[in-house]
């Protein structure tokens, strides 16, 4: 990082200082260094970090931050995986721990009302203690926010029978550029008035507006979950066993799959109890009233073995169930074992075209000069392939070069999509226009303009530069 002068002058810091309080505000580099990076390893240090408890404190804080030009990166808790919340230009980063509270958990209205600092897995856990069930679950529940999480519009481990986070926000509260605090969507269980601006701002990564208030629909928690974990020795024969579940009208919570080059990186990450020769796991939850989950648990097994799977292994309880994921859950972490950096996409094409990726995937390992990991929501299509490198210009340049023949290859011939849950961020903008005709993409940048015309929110996202 090198030293840059400060895009905020000494008159704009004195007057971001009276809107939050001097003790809510930070220009020290230690502070800034934290506020610099994002799960991708990139870094940019923002200027000032400044914590705000309303949104009409952001509200103020935007106006001055319009009058200055002063750029403006909101962050959650910095877990995502494309560079969004990384301060590219500098200028400001908004900090939501502040605005943290859950405001209402409302059983009659079926709903939620939070603040965006809220951290996804606490929220979870506050709503089934009420009996009440909020789906959307990335795998790192435990630490992203709302506000992340609805700006990234995320997905996770249920999204194959619940959807993603845009199922489940039915209204907004937004500061725009200029300070003006608008409210999208309705409380209310249906409501078509108006242009849906509610699903225009989900997954806009903090480009279009600052999320200050989201209300979630909630459903009920079910009664029973059970797991199924079948080993396999061939990873298409766990492909087709994942493709045959779904095949047969059983709609699991999660359909997860991880690959042989996987399984050894968390081999060396934690003790995991599979045998040597496993070459793909296929993890599934299913979820609903007792009998069904019963009935459904069985079949998967059926279905796994008639497959090839080499052994299928269940759980009833929280505890057990906890053990069978624990490998899944431990991939992420576990990849720097294999090289430092990765290029980590998460490209979904429609369950169809899944075997055909998978097997066409199995020819770019052999081809690729850097290792390549799988592991993927596979029942929704969305495939994380992760290209390895090290510090090298060479290894780099091919993992580069292997994206891009992915996300051709995905597009052009799988009818699929570049990103199915992580978003665009900078890592994935200059991709855009191999899935987004000009005029589409023209017409996203002019809604850009429109609610951005200084190009303060987040610059340096979404669309190459
Ligand atoms: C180990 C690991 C596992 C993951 N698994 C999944 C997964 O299964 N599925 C999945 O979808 N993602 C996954 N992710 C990615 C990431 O965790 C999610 O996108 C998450 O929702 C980001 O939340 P955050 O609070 O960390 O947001 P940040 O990373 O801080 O920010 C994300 C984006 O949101 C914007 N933003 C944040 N708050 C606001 C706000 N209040 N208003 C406007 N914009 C805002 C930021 O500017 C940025 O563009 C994973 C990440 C890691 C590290």
Redesign the pocket.
């Known amino acids: 990082m090198t030293k840059k002068k400060s895009k905020i002058s000494s008159a704009a810091y004195k007057q971001l200082e009276g809107i939050v309080g001097p003790d809510h505000i930070t220009d020290a580099i230690e502070d800034r260094i934290c506020y610099s990076y994002?799960?991708t390893k990139q870094k940019a240090l923002p200027d000032a970090v400044v914590k705000p408890a309303t949104a009409q404190e952001i509200s103020e804080i935007l106006k001055v931050a319009d009058a200055g030009e002063i750029p403006v990166?909101?962050?959650?808790?910095?877990?995502?995986?494309?560079g969004?919340?990384v301060p590219l230009h500098g200028g400001l980063v908004?900090d939501?721990q502040r605005?943290n509270r859950i405001v209402e958990i409302n059983k009659v209205d079926m709903l939620a009302v939070v603040e965006?600092?809220v951290v996804?897995g606490h929220f979870q856990a506050e709503a089934e203690k009420q009996g009440l069930f909020y789906p959307p679950?990335?795998?790192?529940a435990d630490?992203?926010?709302?506000?992340?999480?609805?700006?990234?519009?995320?997905?996770?481990?249920r999204g194959l029978k619940y959807g993603?986070?845009k199922d489940y926000v039915i209204a907004l509260e937004?500061v725009l550029a200029n300070g003006d605090i608008i409210h999208t969507g309705a409380r209310t269980y249906k409501s078509v008035t108006g242009y849906d601006m509610t699903k225009l701002l989900v997954g806009?990564?903090?480009?279009l507006?600052?999320?200050?208030q989201i209300t979630v629909r909630l459903i009920p928690l079910p009664a029973s979950l059970r797991s199924v974990v079948a080993l396999f020795d061939d990873t298409n024969q766990a492909t087709d066993a994942a493709m045959r579940i779904c095949e047969e009208g059983i709609v699991p919570r999660a359909l997860e799959f991880m690959d042989g080059p996987a399984i050894a990186a968390v081999r060396d990450y934690i003790q995991v109890d599979v045998p040597a020769a496993t070459e793909a796991i296929l993890f599934s939850d299913v979820d609903g009233a007792d009998i069904t989950t019963e009935q459904e648990q069985n079949r998967i097994c059926e279905i796994c073995t008639d497959a090839g799977a080499a052994e299928t292994r269940t759980a009833a309880g929280p505890q057990e169930r906890e053990k069978l994921w624990e490998i899944r859950k431990s991939i992420?972490?576990a990849l720097y074992k294999i090289a430092p950096n990765k290029l980590n996409h998460?490209v979904c094409v429609p369950r169809s075209k899944v075997r055909a990726l998978m097997r066409w995937l199995d020819a770019v390992v052999e081809e690729a000069t850097v290792p390549v990991i799988r592991f993927a929501?596979i029942g929704d299509g969305n495939i994380h392939v992760n290209f390895m490198f090290d510090h090298s210009d060479k290894q780099k340049a091919e993992a580069e070069r292997l994206s891009k023949k992915l996300f051709k290859k995905v597009i052009n011939d799988f009818q699929g999509t570049l990103t199915?849950?992580?978003?665009v961020?900078n890592r994935k903008s200059k991709y855009l226009p191999i899935e987004i005709p000009p005029r589409e993409l023209k017409l996203m940048k002019e809604i850009k303009d429109l609610l951005d015309p200084k190009g303060i929110l987040?610059p340096g996202?979404m669309f190459w530069p």
Request: hydrophobic share 30%.
């Open positions: 994002d799960g990166t909101a962050r959650g808790a910095g877990s995502g995986l494309t969004g919340s908004l939501f605005m965006p600092g996804m679950d990335p795998a790192s630490v992203a926010t709302m506000g992340g999480s609805v700006a990234e519009c995320a997905g996770g481990l993603v986070t937004i806009s990564e903090g480009t507006g600052i999320i200050t992420s972490p998460d929501h199915g849950e992580h978003g961020g987040n996202k």
